[in-house]
């Protein structure tokens, strides 16, 4: 099963895909741009749509999604945490 998906190798974050995504799951991915699978434990739950972190990150860290940077880390992020606006903001404002 597919769990979540990311575009590019880079990615820092990727998309969960499914619901129900609990605390303490492993969970699989997509890597689109080469075809192969990753895996991540979940350490919070994360809603359907939302990111999860693929590796830590520090504060002033770029966040890339679709191999675009989104953003910069404003409070440390782990590998499998949610990653969404309490620890990531713009760079364009």
Partial sequence: MIHFVL???KDSVAV???????????LNGWIMDEDRM?????????PIGHKIALKDMATGD???KYAVDIGKVVAPIHAGE???VQNIKTKRW
């Fill in 38 to 46: 990753t895996s991540v434990k979940a350490t919070q739950d994360i």
């Fill in 62 to 64: 770029t966040v890339w």
């Fill in 16 to 26: 969960v895909v499914v619901e129900g995504v609990k605390a303490g799951m492993e």
């Fill in 82 to 84: 949610h990653a969404h």
């Fill in 7 to 9: 575009h590019d190798s």
